[in-house]
């Protein structure tokens, strides 16, 4: 079965950090982009960032850069996003989803909440 | 960045309608426009990617269309379980937006 599954969500006092991991299952982890997106309690979805299938190529929305990291290990199955210097703003359930060209943002994982609060 | 207005916030319609939603970009997105699902708890899933193109086994009530910056996305004929909230997606260049989403209940 294609899936992604997020974990490493928690509660972190603001300006802690946490580390999120989206482990891959069912395809070719290595051949697909990969993205984070994030959505706020009770609002929309926003783009956080996205990592190409190599790492070659990293993006973050200008609300996070800085302050979080993406990166992958294809051998593991698995993109990260390193949050550091969490504000109460980046309170959200964080997704990641897969980049397929020939189909769009496919595939999705279940989400993980990062809650940020003193 | 591009912007994205979807519309309308929120729609109530009966079982068996016609339900159409439309997003507008604020500049020329080519067919870079995806649309989802969202039920309550759950991770958004994809239903119409590139303007048009249904997902493989995404029931073909659902449709897509429009180019450049207007975008319309159709529940032919609206069944109990599609109540969700729906969001367009632009990802034709960094960074990527999201309409506000269009909240779908049934009357």
């Known amino acids: 079965e294609v899936q992604l599954v997020e974990s490493g969500g928690g509660l972190v006092k603001p300006g802690g950090s946490l580390r999120l991991s989206c482990v891959a299952s069912?395809?070719?982890?290595?051949?697909?982009?990969m993205n984070w997106v994030r959505q706020a309690p009770g609002k929309g979805l926003e783009w956080v960032s996205c990592?190409?299938?190599?790492?070659?190529?990293?993006y973050y929305a200008d609300s996070v850069r800085g302050r979080l990291t993406v990166s992958r290990d294809n051998g593991k199955k698995t993109v990260y996003l390193q949050m550091n210097s969490l504000r109460v703003e980046d309170t959200a359930v964080y997704y990641c989803a897969r980049d397929d060209p020939s189909s769009g943002w496919d595939v999705w994982g279940q989400g993980t909440t990062v809650s940020v609060s003193s | 960045d591009i912007q994205m207005t979807q519309s309308p916030s929120s729609l109530s319609a009966s079982v068996g309608d016609r339900v159409t939603i439309t997003c507008q970009a604020s500049q020329d997105i080519t067919n870079y426009l995806n649309w989802y699902q969202q039920k309550p708890g759950k991770a958004p899933k994809l239903l119409i990617y590139?303007?048009?193109n249904l997902k493989t086994g995404v029931p073909s009530r659902f449709s897509g269309s429009g180019s450049g910056t207007d975008f319309t996305f159709t529940i032919s004929s609206l069944q109990p379980e599609d109540v969700a909230t729906y969001f367009c997606?632009?990802?034709?260049?960094?960074?990527?937006?999201f309409g506000q989403g269009t909240k779908l209940e049934i009357k």
């Open positions: 590139d303007v048009s």
């Open positions: 069912g395809f070719s982890f290595s051949a697909y982009n």
């Open positions: 997606q632009h990802y034709g260049n960094l960074p990527y937006t």
């Open positions: 990592i190409s299938s190599s790492s070659s190529y990293i």
